[in-house]
């Protein structure tokens, strides 16, 4: 079945280390997103990738990377950088079928700071 | 710009009771608006969207949504609630031509037996 898996599905992070969390889809989906979830502020999108080799900041991209060489796969990292790095971390794409698409979700990673 | 805000962090109802979850939306342009479920640990999955085709938008597990462009609302309801309905609801919205969704802050949803 197609769908998107995200990975580890819990991380934890010491003081002054980068993480990366895995996102890949193999739904041949074009945009993939990275979304931050913390409770009772929704989500809120951290990076986005339209196609592969590029991408864009979203609200709050500060402390964060990415990169896109694949179609498949969207690593986000968290660095060192990002001061307050414990919550859930989605990752989701959508299909080239025009802005009406809705969001495929991978199951998430929690992270948590050590 | 856009903004969706949900009214209610946290809902409580009866089963069998009517669901309501109120959502209202700010955007200069017509709107792609949506409705998500998330269960405990778990991804968001789509319930149902909005897509100027319709204003009453019917989704899976017997939910509705009604799409008033006076009031710009986008509230999602139930007329029956299962247990199984607990979950978290985010209403989202995105314009068209746009790649961006932009989510409301969630409402919980309990359901008593």
């Known amino acids: 079945d197609g769908g998107i898996t995200q990975s580890p599905k819990y991380l934890f992070r010491k003081e002054g280390q980068n993480v990366t969390l895995s996102c890949e889809q193999n739904l041949n989906h074009d945009a993939m997103y990275w979304y931050r979830q913390d409770p009772g502020q929704g989500l809120r999108l951290i990076y986005y990738s339209q196609i592969v080799n590029d991408f864009q900041k979203g609200d709050i991209a500060e402390g964060y990377s990415v990169s896109r060489e694949k179609k498949e796969s969207f690593p986000l990292t968290v660095t060192s950088a990002q001061k307050n790095p414990t919550a859930f971390y989605l990752c989701a794409s959508t299909g080239q079928g025009g802005t009406n698409e809705k969001l495929f979700f991978g199951s998430g990673t929690q992270l948590s700071v050590l | ?113």
């Open chain 2, 1 to 113: 710009a856009q903004s969706v805000t949900q009214l209610g962090s946290h809902v409580s109802v009866s089963e069998g009771a009517l669901v309501l979850l109120r959502c209202n939306y700010s955007s200069s342009v017509p709107p792609y608006l949506f409705w998500y479920v998330q269960y405990p640990n778990q991804g968001l999955q789509l319930l149902l969207k909005y897509t100027s085709a319709a204003t009453l938008v019917k989704g899976i597990n017997g939910f509705e949504a009604e799409f008033k462009k006076s009031e710009t609302s986008f509230h999602l309801t139930k007329p029956s609630a299962h247990m199984s309905d607990a979950a978290e609801y985010f209403c989202a919205v995105r314009h068209t031509g746009g790649f961006k969704t932009i989510f409301g802050a969630g409402t919980r949803l309990f359901v008593k037996a």
